[in-house]
């Protein structure tokens, strides 16, 4: 009887063992670190979280909105956000016209928030792992978002 026991116990080890499997040639996934950096008037704003995101707006056939939000690293003004948006976003490069509504942006300052009324949002590299671009718009209560940068990784 023990020896049968100690046999299952054995066979039950080496099953665990075989399912749990091995991590050799297991390919690593390496991830972006995602950044955004703007000037808005004379202020440096440096993200110290960047989150993408996309919406399945329907406003075109299967289409997709990116959504790309900067939140403030700064001290001072911890709830600034700037946040970036490409509607019927495809996966490609690009410039994307804020006034021709291929994209929009706003900046958030505490309560405030400034809606873009010209600007651009430009995709510069798309790969398997990150969206890189820039971005530069005017807001309606006449703030001045200028220099920004975004690196992503994929949502």
Do not use: W
């Not at 703007?38 to 989150?51: C, L, M, Q, R």
């Not at 006034?99 to 790969?127: M, P």
Request: charged share 15%.
């Amino acid at each position: 009887m023990k020896k049968f026991v100690s046999s299952v116990l054995v066979a039950a080890a080496a099953s665990l063992v075989a399912i749990t499997g091995c991590t050799k040639n297991r390919p690593y996934v390496t991830t972006t670190n995602p950044s955004m950096t703007a000037d808005v008037g004379k202020y440096k704003f440096i993200a110290s979280a960047v989150t993408p995101a996309t919406i399945d707006t329907q406003v075109f056939d299967t289409s997709t909105t990116l959504v790309i939000t900067g939140y403030s690293s700064d001290r001072v003004s911890p709830y600034d956000k700037i946040e970036l948006y490409i509607a019927n976003f495809k996966g490609k490069t690009g410039v994307n016209s804020i006034v021709q509504g291929e994209a929009g942006a706003r900046y958030s300052h505490g309560v405030n928030v400034g809606l873009a009324t010209g600007g651009i949002v430009t995709v510069t590299e798309v790969n398997s792992t990150a969206i890189v671009g820039y971005f530069s718009f005017n807001t309606d209560d006449g703030i001045a978002v200028t220099n920004g940068k975004f690196t992503v990784p994929q949502p």
